[in-house]
């Protein structure tokens, strides 16, 4: 029988869920509202397209009108964005409930439709907030899985369309741990990184991406009398395997590698189960030589991936040009060959 205690926390938990419920649908009839606003907007604007400045008129003259009635959410610079809100999503059908109007307008800042697209079917997948939205655009997820990945790829894990096959699908490279706080100027041991990663677990699984949980720190294994430790395990659910992770604070040699390999190794060896798919080991570095990682693991491997992390927010053209810098060796392969 249950108690009473049980019975308020499960009526708590349904008030909560309810009140929860309640605000999506309030936001997501204001989203519509918003959508029709500006498809009205944008219609009489075309009707009067003869004039050059007729757009920019129409607002001041529609926001004078409406906020003394209806306050500041009707104001000059709301009234432009209900236009553009039109203009980016013109299908009434394609606008999703999950998605707020925070989020939209978020995804109103990007100049692409497969990037909208891309962090659209994620943020419904993930329940993202928009917050954590707002970090994964300004941190250039898109961009980042686009560095190991072709563009169809990332899309179709996104819509669900496919199951990531290869750890590189969703393994970002670099990965952007801005949120622990550490300065990039300052020099940190192994052990200072994981430990703040740790005290920011939520967010370091949030960087790491889809189907993540934590499984050990520095998880102790013995062969053969000599005893080891592991930094970080992970599972992925996605993926159906374990994901091991080695934090190295210099440049990666190809002795980081082999313990790594060593360790990937035990794991497939020991700890996986016959229905679950090989171990991933993840070099978490603050520098890498790509052609150490390739002349030190076999050819083909997909179980060794080598990220560099960052400690602060990377520009868009920075990604730009390690983008650039990839197709540049690509063109030069496929010349060669």
Partial sequence: MLSDQTLVSDIKAIIAQSKDNAVRAVDHQRTHMYWHIGKRIFEHEQEGKDRADYGKYLTQYLAKALEPDFGSG?????????RQFYRVFPIANALRSQLSWTQYRLLMRLDLDEQREF???????NNWT??????QVFTNLYERL??????????AVARREKMPSDAKEIIKDPMVLEFLGLKRESAYYEKDLEGAIIGHLQEFLLELGNGFSFVARQKRIHIEGDEFFVDLVFYNRLLQSFVIIE?????????DIGQLQMYVNYYDRIEKLPHEHPTIGILLCA?????VVKFTLPEGQKQIVASQYELYLPTEQQ????MNKELDSFVGKSDAD
Avoid: C, G, P
């Avoid at 934090?247 to 002795?255: E, F, P």
């Avoid at 990604?319 to 390690?322: M, P």
């Fill in 74 to 82: 009707f104001s000059r610079r709301q009234i432009e964005l209900f």
């Fill in 119 to 125: 962090y659209m079917a994620e943020t419904i997948k």
């Fill in 130 to 135: 928009s917050r954590q939205l707002e970090r």
């Fill in 146 to 155: 686009l560095l190991s990945n072709d563009k169809e790829s990332v899309l």
């Fill in 247 to 255: 934090i190295k604070t210099h440049k990666l040699t190809h002795q």
């Fill in 287 to 291: 520098s890498k030589n790509d052609a």
């Fill in 319 to 322: 990604l730009l040009d390690e």
